[in-house]
């Protein structure tokens, strides 16, 4: 493959498929870059290593990267938690735009998105972040699919998978089809199916605070959940989705559309309850979600203006929410659409990216104890990215703007005021890339970054499932406003790899929920309030190759992550992920890729008021691909065995830790076929 840093997205696209891109290569912005040119920090995961880490969710997905964690509410619901940032400071979007669902709302809903059938997942920050966001603390992750083709292939291509996880006795099937129709058209299909039972964990459900409470119960049934193992209960899940797009390529660009349809019955882990006066039924969820997108790309010959592109999306998205063989307690019903468009001017060493965004969100929960009232956001942004390229150095800027309008209206059963409330944010990043040295560039970056309280934030009144808590919002709530630096130091040789960051966040104006401490109906009550805070972290990883035995490439890597935050006061931000290490080794081929892996996740002890410690757990991950025929080189088997020896693991970001653990030892089979 020819050196494609600072080729355009669409020159790159139609040279080769995106899931054949090198995995060092980010593809999200003005211009495709290689992530040691980059002014920030970021991650990318691609071929045979997203095949490996993809899972059900895109917080399990990524949960492997550096400085990434997940809110693991159980093997069906899971955002990524970046650098310690959840919900809104860490946006989601598939191929530009945003989801369009309410896994912002609370972390038991699923995110709409389907990591098993992308192509590539970048994470953004600095300031190529701004052309998606404002108020992206953590960054932003960018899911690229094919649904809509982007080049014509020269014949029909096409690939199916099987799979199979021992842990939820999970079966999966999934299959995609490109080919093009003559002339300019080129067609997509792809269709996926995942079913599993309650997910099997290792050690105990209850954590160990938990288990104490249980066991000094006078009531036997409350007794007997001390010594509780096995299955999470109530975490079966079924999902599925179906997908088609057309597109028109041809010479120096694409345009075209697609339609899907999204589909996902999940239960929600049991909060078992330890009060036999307030027991807590289980719960599953039914959603749906029917999408349209539309992107068009034009490369331009000559002229100033070098590039023009756009994207849009509409989604009909709805979930119940179903007291298990009882009646529906909740229904969510979420209109979405986004549009933007983006002009990028200049070509060889500078480039300018202009844009303007739209989006619209009607979102509306009925029942007998709605957790929001109906209401509708507006967001209107204008934005700009220059690059300049001066061979050893690279410099990034860009600045947004962000107008958004929330309104509510009354409910009858909240008896909530109206909302009408409008912000207007900006955001300004600026960024470097040095190369010290032929092997090591240094990258600097600094950002001021302001985000308006979302509909969640305002006007949330009721019992959440997701927090298993009550939950109170603050109409009064300011704008969030902070400022940060990050610095990134990244080497490459034939020695191998390393990169290592560090970064510093302090806001002056941070919204978050707090617990009170008080408790209605058995459950904790978070209140959202507002407190400056400091976050601060390291993240490191590095890759050695060790040698050559029987023809296999022997190759080592390591990963190291950190992050630390603080309220006013010195008070610790609750749920934030701890120290974090991983080290493993590696043995490739043509036809083989063996691994095996260790992850010490450390104790978190540092804790916010009415929050439970976390233990540390240690992980021992194997897996082996293969690819048996020589002349058949798309054909690979795959086996793997995640938590080898059981552990007893939960993640300390996650809301619901102390009752749902992670799956215990998942051995996992998996084939897939390309043609």
């Known amino acids: 493959m020819p050196a494609i840093e600072g080729m355009t997205p669409t020159e790159v696209a139609q040279m080769a498929p995106m899931a054949a891109l090198p995995p060092d290569v980010v593809v999200t912005g003005a211009r495709v870059r290689r992530q040691t040119s980059l002014v920030a920090s970021g991650a990318v995961l691609s071929g045979d290593e997203l095949v490996a880490r ?275 307690s909740a229904a969510f019903r979420n209109l979405g659409y986004e549009s933007r468009v983006e002009a990028v001017f200049g070509r060889h060493a500078w480039r300018a990216t202009l844009g303007a965004s739209y989006a619209d969100r009607d979102f509306k929960v009925l029942g007998a104890a709605p957790l929001l009232p109906p209401n509708r956001t507006r967001q209107y942004a204008l934005f700009a990215l220059h690059d300049l390229d001066l061979g050893r150095l690279k410099l990034e800027g860009a600045v947004r703007f962000d107008q958004s309008d929330v309104r509510a209206v009354v409910d009858p059963i909240l008896r909530n005021p109206p909302l009408g ?53 603050n109409p009064a709530l300011p704008i969030e406003r902070s400022w940060g630096v990050e610095a990134v130091l990244r080497g490459q040789g034939r020695w191998g790899s390393a990169t290592i960051a560090a970064h510093y966040t302090d806001f002056s104006s941070y919204i978050f929920p707090a617990e009170t401490g008080a408790l209605v109906q058995g459950l904790p009550v978070f209140a959202f309030t507002v407190a400056p805070a400091r976050y601060w972290g390291i993240e490191a990883q590095g890759r050695v190759p060790i040698g050559r035995w029987h023809g296999l490439a022997i190759a080592g890597n390591a990963l ?67 690819k048996p025929l020589p002349r058949l080189s798309r054909l690979q088997l795959r086996l793997a065995a995640n938590n080898l020896f059981d552990a007893e693991a939960r993640r300390h970001a996650s809301f619901l830790k102390d009752f749902a653990p992670l799956a215990g030892r998942d051995v996992r089979l998996s084939a897939r076929l390309g043609f």
Not at 570 to 588: C, D, E, H, Y
Request: charged share 15%.
């Open 54 to 328: 993809a899972r059900a969710t895109i917080g399990e997905t990524l949960a492997h990267q550096p400085g990434i964690s997940s809110t693991a509410f159980g093997p069906s619901a899971s955002r990524p938690v970046l650098r310690g940032f959840q919900g809104e400071r860490g946006r989601l979007l598939i191929d530009g735009v945003g989801t369009l669902d309410v896994s912002n709302t609370s972390p038991d809903h699923a995110v709409a998105l389907n990591p098993l059938v992308a192509d590539r997942i970048e994470l953004l920050r600095g300031p190529a972040a701004l052309l998606y966001a404002s108020g992206s603390n953590g960054g932003v992750v960018n899911t690229v699919s094919g649904r809509i083709p982007r080049r014509a292939p020269a014949g029909i291509e096409a690939t199916t998978q099987l799979g199979y996880g021992s842990a939820a006795t999970e079966a999966s099937f999934g299959a995609r089809v490109d080919a093009p129709l003559g002339g300019p058209w080129v067609a997509h299909f792809d269709s996926q199916y995942l079913r599993g039972d309650s997910v099997e964990t290792g050690g105990f459900i209850l954590a160990p605070i938990a288990r104490a409470i249980a066991a000094a119960s006078p009531d036997l049934a409350i007794a007997r959940l001390a010594r509780l193992r096995g299955p999470l209960p109530n975490t079966g899940f079924q999902t599925w989705e179906v997908g088609g797009g057309l597109s028109a390529v041809f010479g120096g660009g694409h345009a075209g559309f697609s339609l899907s349809n999204y589909g996902n019955q999940y239960g929600l882990p049991t909060r078992l309850s330890l009060d036999p006066a307030t027991p807590q039924p289980d719960t599953y969820i039914a959603l749906n979600q029917l999408r349209i997108d539309g992107r068009f790309e034009v490369d331009l010959p000559a002229g100033l203006l070098s590039t023009l592109r756009g994207r849009f999306a509409w989604a009909d998205y709805r979930h119940f929410e179903i007291v298990r063989g009882g009646p529906i």
């Open 421 to 473: 409330r409008g912000f207007g944010v900006w955001a300004i990043s600026g960024g470097a890339n040095y190369a010290l040295l032929p092997q090591w560039k240094l990258a600097l970056n600094a950002s001021y970054l302001e985000r308006a309280p979302v509909v969640e934030e305002l006007l949330t009144q009721g019992i959440d499932p997701g927090t298993q808590g009550q939950l109170i919002g």
């Open 560 to 626: 190291v992550d950190y992050t630390e935050a603080t309220l006013a006061g010195g008070a610790p931000v609750p749920r934030i992920p701890p120290l974090r290490l991983l080290a493993g080794m590696s043995a490739t081929s043509n036809r083989i890729d063996g691994r095996a892996e260790i992850e010490w996740t450390t104790p978190q002890s540092r804790v916010a008021a009415f929050e439970t410690p976390t233990r540390g757990f240690v992980m021992v991950n194997l897996s082996l691909a293969w």
